[in-house]
Each structure stands twice: as structure tokens, then as C-alpha cells.
């Protein structure tokens, strides 16, 4: 996902998708190359499911329970998956635009190759989740849980991560340029190797153990 590649969005504009209600979605059965619009799928349980190759725009997700969903090149666009339980799902090198997904909830699950742009993820959890070469741009996670989870390359650029919480985790090749990170929980150690911005620093010295001031005036 670091790594220059071809968007989804690009990809879906010429594939040849099959529309389907939103209501054709059942547990332990398999989806491929099928797009969902404008439906209303809030409040779903839909375990187990697996979907690949597919496209949901403006499709309302929220409340609903996906648990243990296997989830592959999947387009989100303009989607609605607030307070939406994903636990112990597995998404792979999906796309996420302009999700509002307050409180969404990806607890011991994987995402690999995933994208987030834009997206609404403020209260969001992450705890125990595994996330390897994935990217957060210009998204709202304020407060947003990653506890005890392992991240491996991932970047979260010009966020908003004010009181997320981090402790436990471990951390590997994490990129937060960019983002606002006052407040932020994350143990010292786990720090070593991530790339911030100048700016940053001064919002990182407290968990180092250390007292940034500005030079005397000379008399």
C-alpha cells in the first residue's frame, strides 16, 4: 500500500460489476465482482461472509455485526460503517473514501494493503488488530483505540490522532508525518524508528522524559 499502485477507484471505473440488492447478503456464502448502491444495509449481521472484487457506494453499513467477514479488494465509497462490528474480520488491499465510521470496530481482526482516505474514524478500535502496509490520509482518529495491536508500515498522514491510544502495541516502520498527535498514548520504547516532523517533537518529549524550552534572551 506504500508503494505506488493502481487505485481502486481507476480499476472499478471499467470493470464489469454485477448489481445486487443489498439485502442479498447472507452469512457463510461468497461474493465476487458484484457492486451495491445507495442501500440500506445498517444493523446486518452478516458473519462469515466472504466478498471479493466488489464496490459499495453510499451504502449505510452502520450497526451491524460483519464478524470474522473475509473481505477482498473491496471499494468503499461515501459509506456509512459507524459503530459497524468487524471483529476478526480480514480485509485485503481494500479502500476506504470518505467512510463516516465513527466507532467502528476492527478488534483482533487483519488488514493488509488497506487504504483509509478521508474517512470519519474518531472512537474507532483497532485493539489487537494486525495491520501491515496499510495508509490513514487526511482522517479523523481522535481518541481511536490500537492497543495491543501489531502495525508493520504503516503511515498515517496529515491525521488527526489527538488522544489515540497505542500502549501495547507494537510498532514497526511507522510513518506519522503530518498528523496531529497531542495527547497521544504510545509507549517511549516502541518509538524507536518512526518518522516524524519537526513539528512533532515537542508533543513527543513528555513520553522521552523531556523538557523542551526556548533559548534565554541573551542580556
Known amino acids: 500500500m506504500n508503494a505506488k499502485r493502481r487505485s481502486l477507484i481507476d480499476k472499478f471505473s471499467k470493470a464489469r460489476l454485477t448489481p445486487i440488492q443489498g439485502d442479498s447478503f447472507q452469512s457463510d456464502q ?15 449481521q452478516n458473519s462469515d461472509v466472504v466478498i471479493e472484487h466488489s464496490h459499495f457506494d453510499k451504502v449505510d453499513i452502520s450497526g451491524g455485526s460483519w464478524t ?15 459503530n459497524l462490528d468487524c471483529c476478526e474480520a480480514r480485509f485485503t488491499n481494500n479502500e476506504f473514501h470518505r467512510a463516516r465510521a465513527t466507532g467502528l470496530s476492527f478488534s483482533d481482526g487483519r488488514l493488509r494493503n488497506v487504504l483509509f ?12 488488530a494486525q495491520l501491515a502496509n496499510c495508509r490513514f490520509e487526511d482522517c479523523d482518529l481522535r481518541e481511536a483505540d490500537f492497543q495491543r495491536a501489531s502495525l508493520k508500515q504503516v503511515v498515517f498522514r496529515d491525521c488527526d490522532l489527538r488522544n489515540a491510544r497505542f500502549v501495547g502495541s507494537s510498532l ?17 520504547e516502541e518509538l524507536r524508528g518512526t518518522i516524524v516532523d519537526p513539528h512533532q517533537i515537542a508533543d513527543f518529549a513528555p513520553l522521552l522524559g523531556v523538557v523542551v524550552e526556548a533559548t534565554p534572551a541573551r542580556n
Open 117 to 128: 482516505s478521508g474517512c470519519k474514524l474518531d472512537l474507532s478500535i483497532f485493539q489487537d
Open 68 to 82: 470474522a467477514a473475509d473481505l477482498t479488494e473491496i471499494l468503499f465509497s461515501g459509506c456509512t460503517l459507524s
Open 30 to 44: 461468497s461474493y465476487h465482482s458484484v457492486v451495491v448502491r445507495d442501500a440500506d444495509l445498517s444493523q446486518s
Open 172 to 188: 514497526e516502520s511507522l510513518d506519522l508525518r503530518g498528523s496531529h498527535v497531542a495527547g497521544i498514548q504510545i509507549d517511549a
